[in-house]
């Protein structure tokens, strides 16, 4: 009998030595796993889902990037320690390091680091970027203001991390000049953040006063020009293409004639038309000037940008690529109307057919080329259509179509992820409402009462 029970303690004991002995071997073998397969991303909102951008980034790299988390372990927020951490999962150029500097203060003076923030680092070029936490989760500015909360809005730790590998890790720097002088619109906060984001400088000039094109100038954007250019801008701005610079016009509507804007963009090969579009076939709501762009099957512009993810204009002008191009020119468009596409002058002018809606033209002469990026709804690149609609690609086009011409430069457009609550709602819920709060439930009582009463009477 002892004999027996000493066998079966015998044989729980090793049993229970190799269960533990397993245990700590998988776990063992789960701690050397990348970050990116041992975590499982339970926050709803794929913060830490790296886009096709980010990975075509770190896919290229062959300089080595160094993130700092610098801040109280104990105190860092886990979102952005974990981000952090994919980096390094997905990219064997990419290392995480911790600095503590309330253990260590010297690590401040000693690394030019900033405490609460990730320094981005880049040994090869001597370039560093730091990244403010408060840059990475974003906050509701006018909830503290008016309510005393913090309410988080956005977490930006994708955007802000690619876009500082890409600053430190590349040595190509361009310059971008927004024109002035012809009432145009300043460019939203959402787009300068972009440029910055692709290491893309910008500035505004005015070609009247500066007397001719900045000699830095790598590209210029004329957003919605009011009034026309001087003759002496046009041939400024026709010289400047020629000798292979970049524009980029958003035309956009004005009370006032613009023979030499027209002009510009028929060098070009591209005729603006007078008149709104409206679209009578692919529109939001029951508004037809509310265009949902046919994308251009083919053009590089469009590559990555999925149909099911569509753009939106407001109040598009008109544009037509001329029959005859003129010598060394070659049209590309990459947004038009559908077939129901309508160009509506007044109540008694409307001529229907299909019109682009943006077209990239380059010219080409004696052996240099000029580019000339034409988009007739400066609405593209508004907030008012890109802050209501956040899940709209306009701001992935304008970025591609921004970065086409620059074979050097990657187009590091990402987007903030929302950290707001979504709920799952029914709208316009009519008879819905009323089966589910009533019937629902008298139906449910009923049956119970039914049931109740079968038992009571067994």
């Known amino acids: 009998m002892m004999n027996r029970k000493l066998k079966k303690g015998g ?63 104990t105190k860092v927020d886990e979102r952005i320690q974990k981000i952090a951490d994919y980096y390094s999962a997905a990219s064997s150029h990419v290392q995480v390091e911790n600095l503590d500097p309330v253990l260590h203060p010297s690590v401040l003076t000693e690394y030019e680091a900033q405490d609460q923030s990730i320094l981005v680092s880049c040994e090869e070029t001597g370039k560093k970027e730091t990244i403010p936490f408060t840059d990475i989760i974003l906050y509701d500015q006018m909830s503290m203001m008016y309510y005393g909360q913090y309410q988080e809005t956005e977490f930006d730790g994708e955007g802000q991390l690619s876009s500082a590998i890409s600053l ?37 000039v005015n070609l009247l006063t500066e007397g001719a094109v900045p000699e830095d100038a790598d590209m210029l954007i004329l957003n919605a020009p009011q009034t026309d250019l001087a003759d002496d801008e046009r041939d400024m701005i026709s010289e400047y293409l020629n000798g292979g610079g970049q524009v980029m016009l958003f035309v956009g509507t004005s009370e006032n004639e613009r023979p030499n804007l ?45 149909q099911s993810t569509p753009a939106l204009v407001i109040d598009a002008t008109g544009m037509k690529q001329m029959e005859t191009l003129p010598d060394g020119v070659t049209v ?22 299909q019109y682009l809606i943006a077209a990239a033209a380059t010219k080409t002469v004696d052996e240099v080329t000029g580019r000339l990026t034409v988009v007739t709804a400066p609405s593209l690149i508004s907030e008012i259509v890109t802050k209501s609609f956040s899940n709209v690609s306009n701001l992935t086009i304008f ?18 992820k929302s950290l707001s609550e979504t709920y799952n709602t029914i709208t316009n819920g009519g008879m819905w409402g009323i089966l589910f709060i009533a019937v629902i439930p008298v139906l449910l009582l009923a049956s119970g009462l039914v049931i109740w009463m079968k038992r009571r009477k067994l």
């Open 11 to 73: 044989y729980s004991a090793v049993m229970t030595v190799t269960v533990i002995a397993i245990v700590a071997a998988v776990n063992m073998i789960a701690a050397q796993l990348p970050a990116d397969k041992k975590q499982i991303d339970i926050s709803g909102k794929n913060l830490y889902e790296l886009s096709d951008t980010t990975k075509e980034l770190l896919d290229s790299l062959n300089k080595d990037v160094t993130l700092y988390v610098v801040g109280d372990p």
């Open 168 to 204: 430190v890790t590349s040595e190509v720097k361009k310059k971008i000049y927004a024109t002035e002088g012809h009432s145009e619109e300043s460019l939203s906060d959402s787009v300068t953040d972009l440029l910055a984001k692709s290491n893309l400088e910008h500035d505004t």
């Open 262 to 306: 027209e002009a510009l963009t028929e060098e070009f090969g591209l005729q603006l038309q007078d008149g709104f579009l409206a679209d009578t076939e692919a529109y939001y709501r029951n508004n037809p000037y509310y265009i949902f762009p046919e994308f251009v099957s083919g053009s590089t512009i469009m590559s990555g940008i999925s």
């Open 332 to 353: 590309m468009p990459f947004l038009r109307t559908t077939q129901s596409g309508v160009l509506v002058q007044d109540q008694n002018s409307q001529e229907e057919g």
């Open 399 to 416: 970025m591609n179509a921004l970065t086409a011409g620059f074979e050097d430069v990657q187009n590091i457009s990402i987007s903030t």
